[in-house]
């Protein structure tokens, strides 16, 4: 009977040695952030968005997954005033000349693949906006209870072409940069 014992103690120890341990950490959207910076020849425009969800994955302590949605309705203009500039630019942005809002309420970036490097993950996944989807990498810092990146994305890889001297000819100093930066804070 001891011997039966010892046995399967020592069965549920290599079964509970070998199992992985999982966590889903969902963020606190209200407390994350999206700051972007859009820049042209003449200088550039900042603003934000916001999160509508989003979970990171670890398995053994180690990022492993995770997904995120943007609520594409929330999209901001920070550095011009009411009155001067920010209603146009933020209406022309949430267009179909950009982002197309009315009928893409929402980007997606979901995280295939997570390598540990110094200092975070190099980071692979894919993004959706516009109902484009495009692989992208990027480097993220996971701290205890908060992760943060800096990323850029081409917009034209999203139908974005609107001023972008990629795909039109004479803009001069109307063209726009077919990159824009999002600095992403999460808060778990």
């Known amino acids: 009977m001891k011997t039966k014992l010892k046995s399967l103690i020592l069965a549920v120890t290599l079964i509970a040695a070998t199992y992985s341990y999982a966590q889903q950490k969902e963020i606190k959207a209200s407390e994350s952030s999206i700051n972007w910076t859009g820049k042209k020849v003449t200088g550039q425009h900042t603003g934000t968005l916001n999160f509508s969800s989003g979970f990171l994955n670890f398995e053994n ?30 209406g022309h942005l949430a267009s179909d000349d950009f982002f197309g809002v009315k009928d893409h309420k929402s980007a997606k970036l979901v995280i295939k693949k997570a390598s540990k490097m110094d200092g975070g993950y190099k980071v692979t996944g894919d993004l959706t906006i516009k109902g484009k989807t495009n692989p992208i990498s ?22 974005i072409k609107y001023g972008s001297g990629s795909f039109f000819d004479n803009l001069g100093d109307k063209t726009i940069s077919d990159e824009f930066e999002l600095a992403i804070n999460l808060k778990m």
């Open 61 to 90: 302590n180690s990022l492993s997954g995770g997904e995120f949605v943007v609520d594409m309705t929330s999209l901001a203009v920070t550095d011009l005033e009411a009155g001067k500039g920010k209603e146009k630019l933020e």
């Open 138 to 159: 990027f480097d993220l810092t996971v701290n205890r209870g908060s992760a943060s990146t800096t990323l850029n994305v081409d917009r034209t890889k999203y139908d």
